[in-house]
């Protein structure tokens, strides 16, 4: 069954309001959770990663202050869409590792949350 | 820098036909390799990885992979596919020095036609 949670699964809302995405390990502690944003027949891409306790770090050219990351426990990570516009619209994917830094378990997925931004 | 490519966006496979989705990275270091399965509508999911070892990797559902040093490859396998394998397919790798970010390619949609 699913080991990483992630609510909602779809939402649309207004140009200019803000969503909150969230992304729950189930039966394990994620010290470390991974947001992805997927394009249309694009792949993943790297938005930041969310560490427990923490700010996140965001890769190259993502907005912190749009895409607003807060993991205040070892089994939850929220993704805020602020202020969001039409091409925010996307599909929004998280993910956990199970266990610690360096081992070899994989990274467990969500099932995403497709934005609609209108 | 790490890069993973898909040569092939669409592969169009009749079913029972057998199929290879392929994958190149250009990492000069070691990595560790995966192929990931996305359902419409869905996360990932974990198909199979290379971290060590055997360079010949399997699923539970018929799907292998080979390590390709040489080649720099990782190309996934399939002897007989069914309609269920239809679905997009992404090769990942994950430099395994530092960080556990994985860099995606850009996937393969495999349509099985009946």
């Known amino acids: 069954g699913a080991v990483v949670s992630q609510h909602p699964s779809r939402v649309i809302c207004k140009s200019g309001t803000s969503v909150k995405i969230e992304c729950r390990s189930l039966d394990f502690q994620a010290t470390t959770m991974f947001w992805y944003r997927q394009f249309p027949k694009q792949s993943l891409m790297l938005m930041a990663t969310?560490?427990?306790?923490?700010?996140?770090?965001?890769e190259q050219g993502v907005e912190k202050d749009k895409f607003l990351i807060n993991h205040a426990s070892l089994t939850l990570s929220t993704l805020t869409v602020t202020s969001a516009h039409p091409e925010d619209s996307s599909f929004y994917i998280c993910?956990?590792?199970?266990?610690?830094?360096?081992?070899?378990?994989?990274?467990?997925f969500g099932n995403g949350t497709r934005l609609t931004v209108t | 820098a790490q890069s993973v490519t898909q040569l092939d966006s669409q592969v169009p496979v009749f079913e029972e036909a057998p199929v290879e989705l392929r994958c190149n990275y250009s990492s000069s270091v070691s990595v560790y390799l995966f192929w990931y399965v996305q359902y419409p509508n869905q996360g990932l999911q974990l198909l199979l990885k290379y971290l060590s070892g055997s360079t010949l990797v399997e699923s539970i559902n018929g799907f292998e992979a080979e390590f390709n040093k040489s080649q720099t490859s990782f190309h996934l396998r399939k002897p007989s596919v069914h309609i269920s394998d239809t679905a997009e397919y992404f090769c990942?790798?994950?430099?395994?020095?530092?960080?556990?970010?994985?860099?995606f390619g850009t996937g393969t949609r495999l349509t099985i036609i009946p």
């Open positions: 990942a790798d994950r430099y395994n020095f530092g960080n556990e970010k994985l860099t």
């Open positions: 969310s560490n427990e306790g923490s700010k996140a770090t965001y």
């Open positions: 993910s956990a590792r199970r266990g610690q830094f360096g081992n070899n378990s994989p990274l467990h």
